[in-house]
């Protein structure tokens, strides 16, 4: 369907968005080719509107762009150049999950990727994402160090260099939690309660806190032990006062 060029008139791109939503809504595709050719600057807004409505219905997104390259004027033949703008869309989707993920553990479930090293990375953080947030200390230990070496591979290539910025509050948590490899259960849990306190899940930073402490004096003062000897000593008190009343 054409759409008004929206060059000047505010009502006029308020009808090219409206007739967009629209289109998409009414058709419900499976696959979106938009044609942004000689469109004005503002078009490029286009392509991440129907770029939200893609990973929200989980269709397939096609864009491309294309080029004047050169004119030779005694042919008047013109050559063109297309560039495939997904993958620029999706480099902005990996720096919303690159943000997300260390402030709150959370990975949007409703982008869908298509770039095969951002659905690795993607894939890898949720794997850490959902261990933590049921609370699943040893499996989120052992999924941060795979989503740490996945995260590095993708920050050396080419598109990742550009997120390297935005990556490092994931790439510093995964560090943390990579080190809790070599602490004890009690030490572990106080971890993951200061991580949750510091992002506001208040209730499994007390239950982690709780059970940490409890834990750490377990491991402090033997405290399996001191019952053990409690125990013995009522039994053999138990056993003379019965020997007492015997007598």
Excluded: W
């Excluded at 219905?57 to 013109?78: A, T, V």
């Excluded at 794997?127 to 740490?148: G, M």
């Excluded at 070599?182 to 309660?193: E, P, V």
Aim: hydrophobic fraction near 40%; include cysteine; aromatic fraction near 8%.
């Amino acid at each position: 369907k054409e759409i008004p060029a929206g060059q000047s008139q505010q009502q006029e791109s308020e009808f090219l968005f409206q007739t967009i939503l629209e289109e998409v809504r009414r058709r419900d595709p499976k696959e979106i080719c938009m044609d942004l050719t000689q469109g004005f600057r503002h078009h490029s807004m286009l392509m991440f509107l129907v770029g939200l409505l893609q990973g929200l219905s989980g269709m397939k997104l096609n864009l491309y762009y294309s080029m004047i390259k050169c004119q030779e004027e005694k042919s008047k033949i013109q050559h063109f150049e297309c560039v495939d703008l997904v993958s620029f869309l999706e480099i902005g989707y990996m720096s919303l999950i690159l943000q997300l993920f260390p402030t709150s553990f959370n990975i949007p479930s409703f982008i869908q990727l298509q770039h095969k090293e951002f659905n690795n990375v993607k894939s890898e953080l949720g794997k850490v994402a959902q261990a933590i947030l049921e609370n699943n200390l040893d499996t989120a230990v052992a999924a941060a160090e795979s989503a740490a070496q996945q995260v590095d591979t993708f920050l050396k290539s080419q598109q990742g260099q550009f997120l390297q910025a935005q990556a490092s509050g994931t790439v510093q948590l995964l560090q943390e939690l990579r080190q809790l490899q070599k602490q004890t259960k009690a030490q572990k849990m106080l971890q993951f309660g200061r991580m949750f306190l510091q992002r506001h899940y208040f209730l499994n930073a007390a239950t982690f806190l709780h059970e940490g402490l409890l834990k750490l004096i377990r491991e402090i003062t033997d405290f399996d032990a001191l019952c053990l000897r409690k125990d013995v000593k009522v039994a053999s008190l138990e056993y003379k006062a019965s020997q007492t009343i015997k007598m």
